[in-house]
């Protein structure tokens, strides 16, 4: 199983910060990779997907990068409602696997 | 406006057994894969099974941890997916997401998700 390590585990940044968070697979997924955000209560929704590329209606403030195994997903300009846990997941084998998350929280 | 409405879940002894559905709406349902994610509480993610679409010929996939005790189907004449579950274990407890891959075939993310369906195994 390809195992998908993310860091922090949890994260505070201030309001207007830029953050990044990162994801390490076990092995190369060749950017089949995407990024989720979950709101505390509610069911994630998907920010990212083949590593860079933005679902539509997601704010330009996202974005993701990477390759091989490391990848990352980076928030310009930290709004308030970024509040969330983020996860990423690799899709480029079975079984397709979830990174732990990372807990976002307002300074 | 995609719509995935889970209904199914509940409180069910160990060894029980429980049926989840998954009402979808908004999109060509036949051409797309469905697939079931759970959260365990305070948890992460994990993929429990999937369905490709008729065109990848229903194939499925099933995480190991269910595989022999839960069912993935679908019924596209009622836009439904359903994961019938048996033999449930404590560590079956978490909350069930309907979710739709990005197209029919398998390896994919998960563009849209439902809100959930709680499942609580317990003696």
């Known amino acids: 199983d390809i195992r998908m390590t993310q860091s922090p585990a949890s994260l505070s940044a201030s309001l207007g910060e830029t953050v990044n968070i990162e994801c390490l697979a076990s092995?190369?997924?060749?950017?089949?990779l995407a990024w989720y955000q979950q709101k505390p209560g509610k069911s994630p929704q998907l920010l990212i997907y083949?590593?860079?590329s933005l679902q539509n209606g997601v704010p330009s403030r996202f974005s993701g990068s990477g390759s091989g195994t490391q990848y990352s997903l980076k928030i310009n300009s930290l709004q308030s409602e970024d509040v969330a846990t983020y996860f990423c997941?690799?899709?480029?084998?079975?079984?397709?696997?979830f990174g732990s998350g990372t807990k976002l929280e307002i300074k | 406006e995609v719509q995935l409405v889970e209904s199914g879940g509940g409180l069910v002894q160990p060894k029980g057994s429980l049926k989840l559905s998954c009402a979808a709406s908004?999109?060509?349902?036949?051409?797309?894969?469905m697939s079931w994610v759970r959260q365990a509480p305070g948890k992460g993610l994990d993929l429990v099974a999937d369905?490709?679409?008729?065109?990848?010929?229903?194939?499925?996939y099933y995480a190991d941890s269910v595989k022999d005790r839960f069912t993935i189907s679908r019924d596209d004449s009622q836009s439904m997916v359903y994961l019938q579950m048996d033999n449930l274990k404590t560590e079956d407890t978490a909350l069930y997401y309907c979710?739709?891959?990005?197209?029919?075939?398998?390896?994919?993310?998960?563009?849209?998700w439902g809100q959930g369906t709680l499942v609580t195994v317990s003696s």
């Open positions: 083949n590593a860079n």
């Open positions: 908004g999109f060509d349902f036949n051409s797309y894969g």
């Open positions: 979710t739709v891959p990005n197209y029919g075939g398998p390896y994919n993310w998960f563009a849209y």
């Open positions: 092995e190369d997924i060749y950017s089949d």
């Open positions: 369905i490709s679409s008729k065109s990848y010929n229903y194939a499925t």
């Open positions: 997941q690799q899709y480029n084998n079975y079984p397709l696997t």
